[in-house]
């Protein structure tokens, strides 16, 4: 599954490198929403990117992939921010208040800009470019070697530390609920040319995903004072960053795939 900032980065940077139509692009974005718009934040980013402003008639995600091609985008940076890790965001300001409500953005490290998609009507989705608040720190390169053993890693030691609290048993149609959640889960084309190893670990990434979901739903006779459900987030945090993690690294390293192919030779 992934999520709609995945989704546009590994699409954007394939039409950028010529590996995709503009058309593929918004065709691969209908599976979050039937319709999407594009707005700028403010006056300055609304100039730069030649994008409405927010309040303003929206554009189309057409008018986005211009303007990227037009600025010179090598590609953009998937951030899956939480409270307390809002790596690669620059900072704090708008841009990071968006992409924690979101809980996703796409990050635009070149132009000093980023993108956060948000529902805002069924099956309408508003994609909102803000200004980063600063260079922030040079991006965090993960490999998806290193990705794929962090999961396997927390899935290890978080299964360990919830048997020990009790609510990690197995239950009656325990399999066929992680079944449903994979299937009910929307299924994102990708462009041709998609490394085969990131499409193995973002597959990792949502079954693992799948199963964290269910982890942390409450079960009868389970973990259920306040402190017992505190030492159950606790367990299950460093799956849920091993899982983003995981989820951005398969997709920068998409990026970098798409971005090598449109360098002169």
Known sequence: ??????????????????????????????????????????????????LPVTGAVPASPARLLAALRALGAAGGRLALPVAGDVRGLGGG????????????????P??????????????????????????????????????????????????????ELDVARDRPGVRGELSAALRSSPAPTWPPGMPGRALRVLQRAEEVGAILHLARADEPGGAMSASAATRRADALRPLDNAVRRARCAAVD?????????????
């Open 1 to 50: 599954m992934c999520c709609p900032s995945a989704t546009f980065a590994v699409w954007s940077s394939a039409w950028l490198s010529g590996a995709a139509a503009s058309d593929d692009v918004l065709d691969a974005l209908d599976v979050w929403g039937e319709a999407h718009e594009v707005v700028a934040s403010g006056d300055a980013t609304a100039t730069l990117f030649d």
């Open 93 to 108: 300001g708008p841009l990071t208040e968006a992409a924690l409500r979101a809980g996703e953005a796409l990050l635009l």
């Open 110 to 163: 070149d132009l000093r800009a980023g993108v956060v998609p948000q529902p805002i009507a069924e099956g309408l989705v508003r994609w909102t470019v803000f200004a980063t608040a600063g260079p922030g720190p040079a991006p965090e390169y993960v490999s998806l070697g290193e990705a794929e053993h962090g999961l396997t890693n927390a899935v290890r030691d978080s299964a360990g530390a919830l048997a």
């Open 253 to 265: 390293e998409a990026v970098r795939v798409f971005a090598r192919t449109s360098e002169p030779s």
